[in-house]
């Protein structure tokens, strides 16, 4: 599996932009990025995932470097509910084999000061 | 509608019994996921159903543990012969099929005293 490489923690201030960087120089041309957070005493829940294209949904936008060997998760507007873990993972939907299992690493701990 | 249960959500058992934890996926959804968490790390996948078929079991850490899903919705997780090191949070997770976002439950605490 590829891998993917990010700060251990961040901080941010409440009602301010937060951009957690994401590094996979070893992506492959049909890995999807994919971003989870886990919030404190729960489990992991879905952010958002791109694969080419920046992606913007409620929760977050995804900027993807032009050659895709890097990413950013962006929260507009950091609030004290954003403070979590925040993962970045590579899954390959195109292929078989099991790409169907998230391979977390330690991710990016971000602290929300208020 | 109904995320992902599971239960029970703490438990404590002695070194040598046998545990079963249970998961209910979200309705409708064909795929189902244990993981295993140690604290201050990321989920660890152990295995992984489409439907009631068991398609991978390779992160299972030995044959202590099973799982099953015997008519593709709840899922059982079975620890043999506790020992102190099969203490951690496991967790289940469904999606709609093998490549969308997985729903993650509350996870159930296991400590082996």
């Given amino acids: ?74 929260l507009h507007r950091a609030t004290l509910r954003d403070a979590a873990v925040y993962y970045c ?10 790409n169907y299992k998230l391979t977390f690493g330690k991710g990016t701990l971000l602290t929300v000061n208020p | 509608g109904a995320g992902v249960s599971q239960s029970p959500r703490y438990k404590v058992t002695k070194r040598g019994q046998d545990v079963a934890l249970r998961c209910d996926p979200i309705s ?26 068991q398609q991978d079991k390779s992160g299972l850490p030995n044959d202590r543990f099973s799982a099953e899903r015997p008519e593709g919705s709840i899922s059982t997780l079975t620890i043999q012969r506790t020992e102190q090191r099969d203490s951690a949070m496991y967790r289940c997770a469904s999606s709609a099929n093998r490549v969308y976002e997985q729903y993650f439950g509350p996870g159930t605490r296991l400590t082996v005293t």
């Fill in chain 2, 28 to 53: 409708g959804h064909v795929s189902l996921y244990w993981y295993r968490q140690a604290l201050g790390q990321g989920p660890e996948f152990l295995t992984y159903f489409n439907y009631e078929a």
């Fill in chain 1, 89 to 98: 993972i590579l899954r390959d939907v195109y292929s078989g084999g099991s």
């Fill in chain 1, 1 to 74: 599996d590829a891998k993917t490489t990010q700060p251990n923690s961040m901080e941010s201030n409440e009602e301010e932009p937060v951009h957690l960087p994401c590094n996979h120089s070893t992506i492959s041309g049909t890995d999807y990025i994919h971003w989870y957070r886990q919030l404190p005493s729960q489990g992991p829940e879905y952010v958002i995932h791109g694969l080419t294209s920046n992606v913007n949904n409620r929760m977050a936008s995804l900027a993807i470097a032009e050659d895709r060997k890097s990413s950013t998760l962006i």
